[in-house]
């Protein structure tokens, strides 16, 4: 009886440097075959785990500012003085086949991207403490203590604009944070103002009309008296 909309839902993900943000992903991807991940650009250095088309894509600093230009971002911001930015490409093909997209993005860039498509739907991810936080940028080990320094000063700002988002899921137990994510991205599916319609079709209309010729023999309801 009821028609949803075929078009996949756009799913904002943003979270401080160090609050688990792209484990979280990886497992939702692995959950869920329906999501898809929007590749983000930067113009920060390769990290030595870092892979060409599937972390990030990486642009020098001259190459990025030329393609944003050319209109070939989304959006696009910058973090630590580097640039981040989320291709046009492919998005809207795979929100119009179906699939849920996911874009790993920054706050600046996520509420450019909010701007434009008001439905998306944005999810922060914050960690379970400060001190919990400092732990995990400190145990990476790919950054001087300026740049730790520097890191979790952006995170504590972040942290303070988390009422522009939907929803906020701490990440405490990274499992229980991606079942959290999971329902809420069903939920989200079941309501009212992404259903396409509400129908009846001639059968389902037919065995109405029976239930009231054969069930009931429409005689006016009486109420005696007391």
């Known amino acids: 009886m009821i028609k949803t909309k075929k078009q996949g839902l756009l799913i904002i993900i943003s979270a401080p440097s160090g609050a688990g943000k792209g484990t979280i992903i990886n ?9 898809w991940l929007s590749i983000s650009a930067t113009s920060r250095s390769m990290r030595t785990n870092d892979v060409e088309g599937e972390t990030y894509y990486f642009y020098s600093k001259e190459d990025f500012e030329k393609k944003i230009a050319e209109g070939y971002f989304l959006e696009y911001a910058t973090y630590a003085d580097n640039y981040y930015g989320t291709p046009k490409e492919y998005i809207q093909k795979n929100l119009d086949d179906g699939k849920d997209v996911i874009l790993e993005i920054e706050i ?17 991810i914050m960690p379970p403490s400060l001190k919990e936080l400092k732990k995990r940028l400190v145990n990476r ?4 203590k300026e740049k730790i320094l520097e890191r979790f000063k952006i995170a504590y700002s972040e942290m303070n604009e ?10 405490d137990n990274i499992n229980i944070a991606v079942d959290k994510i999971l329902a809420i991205i069903k939920a989200e599916k079941c309501r009212v103002d992404r259903i396409e319609e509400v129908f009846l079709n001639n059968e389902e209309e037919y065995m109405h009309e029976m239930l009231l010729d054969e069930e009931f023999d429409n005689t006016p309801l009486k109420i005696e008296n007391i």
């Open 108 to 124: 600046q860039g996520a509420m450019q991207v909010k701007k434009l498509i008001k439905e998306a739907l944005c999810i922060f």
């Open 162 to 171: 988390v009422t522009k988002y939907n929803y906020v899921v701490i990440n």
């Open 141 to 144: 080990g790919t950054d001087s």
């Open 27 to 35: 497992e939702l991807l692995s959950k869920d075959k329906n999501l």
